[in-house]
Nanobody
Framework: QLQLVESGGGLVQPGGSLRLSCAAS????????VGWFRQAPGQEREEVSY????????KYEDSVKGRFTISRDNAKNTVYLDMNSLKPEDTAVYYC??????????????WGQGTQVTVSS
């Protein structure tokens, strides 16, 4: 079965850190560019970051630049999102997604089920 599974979400205080993981199963992650999206209650899903197949290209949404870092370990078929200096406005369900070969393709090939991140004191 082809799927992406996120983990690592939880409750953290403002200024804290979390590491999200996105594990691919049933396919080789190195054939796919992978991105992270988030969706807060009542808001549209937004793209947070993406990474190319072998990690040479990374992009970030402006509000997370300098605080979030995306990386991947293709030997483990896993992509990570390290989130530091978390703010209450980072609270959302975070989803990973994969596109075959390149992130410039229009359609997402696989979505994960999402993991909740809550930033609150």
């Amino acid at each position: 079965q082809l799927q992406l599974v996120e983990s690592g979400g939880g409750l953290v205080q403002p200024g804290g850190s979390l590491r999200l993981s996105c594990a691919a199963s049933g396919f080789s992650a190195d054939s796919y560019a992978v991105g992270w999206f988030r969706q807060a209650p009542g808001q549209e899903r937004e793209e947070v970051s993406y990474i190319s197949r072998f990690g040479g290209i990374t992009k970030y949404e402006d509000s997370v630049k300098g605080r979030f870092t995306i990386s991947r370990d293709n030997a483990k078929n896993t992509v990570y999102l390290d989130m530091n200096s978390l703010k209450p406005e980072d609270t959302a369900v975070y989803y990973c997604a994969a596109k075959y070969l390149t992130w410039s393709r229009p359609n997402i090939d696989y979505w994960g089920q999402g993991t909740q991140v809550t930033v609150s004191s």
